[in-house]
């Protein structure tokens, strides 16, 4: 085995304004709590017993995998959404499923997508959930804004 | 040494329709025997005496490196298809390299580029080629569809 | 701690012409000296107290972290240019930012915008800059090309 399978994870949130796209981007990680992080991107699975525990600070600069959605816009007054859905199975045995989705439009409307997304994903798996948590963040574009929504595993 | 150097490898893919377009590469990833994992992406060596293994299951979320091509699309009757390239050097001192495409089209002509794509690598490296190796996915999208074709690294 | 945390780093950049544009990533990352290498992407942190080396020629196929800027252009005669900025903090304990940025232009263009970014970053985070280094990569495309500039972690 390459890398270990993660025990924990969180779901963070966050939006910011910034100089470039990328420095939005910086800025809405830095709100979410994930700034000074190395984040690595993955596809999109909580391992069975994986425990969701209240966001942590992680030591500057180590390298965690993050499932997430971000959008940067410069256009000014546009709201943009990023949200994560995690699905937890009845069964404890098998994984949990996170869907990441991002858009032009409200925190309902993306919330309400992502969770049927993550719905339909267990429903294709045929499993049956136990509980669905999201996370998503709204923001109102000043200049050039990012908005961003995550889930983060640790262990 | 952050990371360890693979050892295994083996090649999958899959297609899938679905409720979005990340609802589809989902189900792509499923009926490639990955969906259940934590799929990270990076380019694309395989390292020298890595061996080629059937595929494997790995337990639910472990972390797994991966070179991929992927495509999806909302385009009814549309024909879109994912391939990747092994192409194993003569010199078993020397690494193997992947090459991923996708587009619209069908798996000969996709099939072709990427093997063309691998050999011009092998070739840009001065190194002769003792195998090469492709897995491609072809579908016709329904609705919303996916294509994919991976090569997964273990050891 | 799933991941390590990276204890140097180095700047490196490259560019080339390709067969397609990822055999023309393919041979920017070799002029680099990253292309037997298995790169993955992260954001885009350093580490306090990570020192910063000289590119160093790793194991074939190993996996390494990396942050990186990268365009490819089909357009004959276009200018393209890559470049990655790291802030160092004065204050040690602190982490170091990397930004990144490709476009259009010229090596100076982007390496203004860049160094801006890392600055704009550190500005965001209150913290004073100790050091700020660049690397550009400038192509003029012949037929299909490549240019990257790119921070490895290693440790």
Known sequence: MIFKTPTQYFLVSGASEGYTPLNAFDGALLQAGIGNTNIVKMSSIVPPQCQRISPITFPPGVLVPAAYAALTSDVPGEIISAGVAVALPEDENQNGLIMEYSAKGTRHKIEEIVRNMAAEGMKLRGWKIKDLQTVVSEYRVK??????????LWG
């Open 143 to 152: 200049r050039i804004g990012a908005t961003l929504a995550a889930v983060i």
